[in-house]
Structure formats: C-alpha cells, structure tokens
C-alpha cells in the first residue's frame, strides 16, 4: 500500500526532495554575487520608467481617454441629446437635459434639439469606449488626456464647460 | 352562427369565429407569428389596409376551395375562411415583400429619431430594425414640410408621417366634429387642419397615442425625456368623461406625461381624455397601481431594475 501523500491523481505531482545544502550553498556568498550581479546589470541599462508629468509617452491610437463632444464643420454642437450614450453605459454615468432650439440658434446647435446640461461622472465612468460606439451623431469621442486626479468628488462630475470641444477660432 | 372556421398560421392551427381577420386569428395564437401593422388598430372602426406591413401569403385558400389566394394579402383586411392555411414567417416571399414594403414606408421618413419623442417606442423603428436595409436606394429629396401646432397640446411632424390614417380615425369616431383630415392624393397627401379651429375636443389628445410614428406628438412632453429613461406606472382616476386609466412616465418623483394603457401590440383599447392627459401630472391626482407590463425586450424595460424592495429594518 502507498502512502497517501504519495499518490498523484493527476500524475504530475513531484515529490520534492530535500537534500541537505552543500558548503557553497551554506555560506550564501555565491548566491549573494548572482543576485548582486543581476543589480548592478539594470544600472547600465536603459530605464523602464519616465519622469512622467515632464515626459509623456505616447498614447497608443486607440487610446481612450477624457470625453470630449464635438461640434461639426461650422462650430455647431452635434450632440442632440438623444440619450443613447446614457443608455448604453454600463456605468449609469451619463446625465443630460435636453432642450429646444430657439430659432436664431440655428449656428449654435445643429439640430432642433440639443444637451443643455450634459455631465459625465468621471468617477463612476470606465473609459469602456460604449458611449462613442452608440452615438448616431458622431458627437462623443474618447480622445482626450488622462483624466486628472482631484481631491474633492463633485469636481470629477464634468460639465459641458468641461467636455465640450472649444471653438476653433 | 356557432360553428368555428378552423386556420392554420405557420403551421399552428386555431378554430376562430367566422368574419375574424388572419391578423386577429394570429393575435390569438400571439407570438412570433403574429404580422407587424402600422395602419390596423383594433379599436378603431375601419382602420387597416393601407400601410402593407401585415402581407401574409394564403397557400390555402379554404376547405372547399384549397387554390392558393394568387397575390399576398393584407391579413388586416382578409377575412379567415374555413381550414384557409396562411404562411407569415415561414414564406421568404413575405418576408421579401415586407422588406420593400419598409423601404417604401421609409422612402420619405426622415432618421431623426435621436431628436423624435416617439423613439424607443416607434412601431416603425422596430420594423425598420427588423426589415430594414441600412441605406436607402431612393434619390430624389424626401418631402419636407414646415412644423404644425394642432391645438396648443399636439405637434405634427408632417415629415414623419406615414399616412396609416389612424388620427384620422380617431377624430372621426372620437370626437364629435372632425376638423383635420387628408388633403391631397398620393405623393402630395398630407395630414392637415383648419388651424382656426384648433381642436379643443376632449378627446384630441388620443390621436398622439395611435399615431405609430413620432408624427402627432405631446408638446406637454416634447423634449423633457427619452422614453427609455421613464418609468411607465399604471395608475388611475376617476374621471367623469373617460375610463380614468392610464399610464404614467415617471421620472424620478416627476408625472413626465400620460398617456392611454398600450397593449403588446401598441394599441390603447381605453381612451382617455385630454384632462387626464395634460393636465393631471401630479402623483397625488393618481391612484398607482403598480409598474406597467412592458416586454422584456422593448428599450423601455432598459436600466429598470424592478425587484422587489425588501425593506431591510422591519417594522412591527
């Protein structure tokens, strides 16, 4: 009969054997120079890291990154608030209230209706990209910076003074 | 007359009164099967016929006579006759002839429906999702007409519509004098009104609801939410011009608008009337009687989480 402990169901246990060390094992010094070795290698090598708010990599192009909404070719906002992006967010981030236009705003805004307030809870977004993937208005785009750290949470719920893209002069 | 005609609709059979449409011999059976219509509405007296989305092929015209019916029928308009045997889903020359029929319906329609109030529960959004092609082959400009307030409480769209002629029917059957109807033929019909004579019937307001698409529009709700993100509760008062049932959108504490109770095919059986609809959105002018049955598929159940509350302290 075999021991229990010796018994591999699976057949690939191995038993491991403990030999007592030998005299260059025992005084570690070997070992201490291997380790030192592999120290003193990464000083002459190039480093990982950056200094990161003076340096920056390069985001990768489909980087995801703040919101920004757009305006189209004559500087109207294309967002209409149709709630698509609110609808799609796995988050429950996006918040918006729709608003008429007023004839005279036809410059302001492209289509009869449009986002009067228009917030994104950074805090509670994922960055999963869904919001841009559901726009039918090509209006939402992941394609700003790294969303900023702060220290108080109602900043992080960002307006349209934030998210919309500034004109182009 | 007692005796029951037997119908057989992709292969389900059911015995119905004779005079019953396919349309309604396939409601009975529900499901699947059951034809699209934009135009028929069950309560409405002579509606049907007009928007071609229920085409179903009989490939048996009856017991005595089993020729196939030689072209595709409108199941709105064709009266069952006995062991008929009518295919829907199972003929992919309905399911062609259904697709054109959308491309017609669509030829004109604008896709405005991230600004429409009526998407999310727009007969002729799903169809078009159903049967649609992404791309429209028509050329020419679709017709384009200026924005027009019935009354003060309804908005048509002109551009939107699809001339089922429901509204139509409504005013006609509702309401005591009609004073919107069709002017025009063909490409140039247009629903219209004398705008002096802005409705001011009691029962105005319903033609919003049997519009299938964002054509006839609240004004009291043009705007303020996208259907998805409102919560339908059905609730009730007593009213003395109308049966007082109705459903309400909530958002948040907030009666966004009311409108008639829509059964599984977006059909109100119960009118209501416009002070029930305008005029009464608080919580408290309201008996509720609990969350609407929506489909589970619809956008509307979307982001509605409708588990019981369980309350975690218990009061005794």
Request: net charge neutral; aromatic share 8%.
């Amino acid at each position: 009969m075999e021991k229990l402990e010796n018994i591999s169901l699976t057949g690939r246990k191995k038993v491991l054997e403990k030999k007592p060390m030998n005299f260059l094992e025992r005084i570690y010094l070997p070992s201490i120079v291997q380790g030192l070795a592999i120290t003193f290698k990464h000083l002459f090598k190039k480093k990982a890291t950056i200094q990161y708010p003076e340096q920056r990599r390069e985001f990768s192009v489909n980087f995801r990154g703040i919101h920004s909404l757009k305006r189209d070719e004559e500087g109207r906002e294309r967002c209409t608030a149709c709630g698509l992006c609110a609808l799609s967010c796995p988050a429950e981030a996006i918040t918006m209230i729709a608003d008429e236009r007023k004839p005279g705003e036809e410059h302001l805004y492209r289509e009869e209706k449009y986002a009067a307030v228009y917030e994104i809870n950074m805090l509670r977004c994922i960055f999963c990209g869904f919001c841009e993937e559901a726009c039918p208005k090509q209006a939402i785009y992941l394609d700003g910076d790294i969303a900023p750290a702060d220290v108080d949470r109602k900043n992080f719920i960002y307006g349209k003074d934030k998210l919309l893209e500034p004109l182009l002069k | 007359m007692s005796e029951k005609y037997k119908i057989t609709i992709d292969g389900v059979s059911t015995e119905v009164e004779p005079g019953t449409t396919i349309l309604n011999a396939a409601r009975q059976i529900g499901g699947d099967l059951v034809p699209p219509a934009m135009c028929y509405y069950s309560s409405l007296e002579g509606s049907g016929g007009k928007c071609r989305t229920c085409l179903v092929k009989v490939s048996k015209g009856s017991e005595k006579d089993p020729r196939p019916m030689p072209k595709l029928m409108a199941s709105c308009r064709t009266t069952v006759m006995d062991g008929m045997e009518v295919q829907n889903l199972t003929s992919p020359e309905v399911q062609e002839a259904r697709k054109g029929v959308v491309e017609f319906l669509l030829i004109n329609h604008p896709l405005d429906c991230p600004v429409c109030d009526q998407a999310g529960e727009c007969k002729l959004q799903d169809l078009s999702y159903e049967h649609g092609t992404e791309a429209t082959r028509y050329e020419f400009n679709r017709r384009t007409f200026e924005r027009i307030d019935i009354g003060d409480k309804i908005q048509l769209h002109m551009n939107r519509c699809i001339l089922c002629y429901r509204c139509v029917y409504v005013a006609n059957q509702l309401t005591d004098q009609r004073v919107h109807g069709i002017v025009g033929r063909g490409d140039m019909a247009e629903i219209s009104t004398y705008v002096e004579k802005a409705i001011d019937n009691d029962f105005s307001g319903n033609m919003i609801d049997v519009c299938p698409v964002g054509a006839l529009t609240d004004k009291t709700f043009r705007f303020k939410n996208r259907v998805w993100f409102t919560k339908p509760v059905w609730a009730h008062r007593d009213c003395d011009k109308c049966c007082g049932r109705v459903t309400l959108w909530y958002k948040g504490d907030d009666v966004l608008r009311v409108t008639g109770r829509k059964d599984e095919y977006g059909e109100v059986h119960e009118f209501i009337c416009n002070t029930c609809r305008y005029d009464k959105k608080r919580t408290k002018d309201w008996v509720i009687e609990g969350p609407a049955k929506v489909e589970r598929q619809s956008v509307i159940s979307a982001n509605h989480y409708d588990s019981k509350v369980v309350p975690v302290i218990d009061k005794r």
